[in-house]
């Protein structure tokens, strides 16, 4: 099971961090993904960590400000953002992937998800 929490009302330069607490398997094992969600478009990756090598990954418009990071003994997965901006407004989802595809990107190798928490940036 995955919970996410942090999502919420914030100005365009501020930050939020997003947790993501896993149950039933220790995250340290598994890729760990972040996506997000615009209305009717599909969901969009933002960010992962690999297990094997906790090699990160992110799409281009985030470098630099997001940072995806894991507490092991807490068994959850984060993702600080900052300098956030209009365009990082949605629906935050945290991902699993059990094997070790590396296509970290596709969402559809992901096989645990979270609820989802609402990211609003205002200008």
């Known amino acids: 099971q995955l919970v996410e929490s942090g999502g919420g009302l914030v100005q365009a330069g501020g930050s939020l961090r997003l947790s993501c607490a896993v149950s039933g398997y220790p995250v340290r094992s598994y890729t760990m993904g972040w996506f997000r969600q615009v209305a009717a478009k599909d969901r969009e990756f933002v960010a992962s960590?690999?297990?094997?090598?906790?090699?990160?990954y992110y799409i281009d418009s985030v470098k630099g400000r997001f940072i995806i990071s894991r507490d092991n003994a807490k068994n959850t997965v984060y993702l600080q953002m900052n300098r956030l901006k209009s365009e990082d407004t949605g629906v935050y989802y945290c991902?699993?992937?059990?094997?070790?595809?590396?296509?970290?990107?596709?969402?559809?190798?992901?096989?645990?998800w979270g609820q989802g928490t609402q990211v609003t940036v205002s200008e």
């Open positions: 960590m690999r297990w094997r090598d906790d090699n990160t």
């Open positions: 991902a699993a992937e059990r094997d070790d595809r590396n296509r970290y990107h596709l969402a559809t190798d992901y096989d645990y």
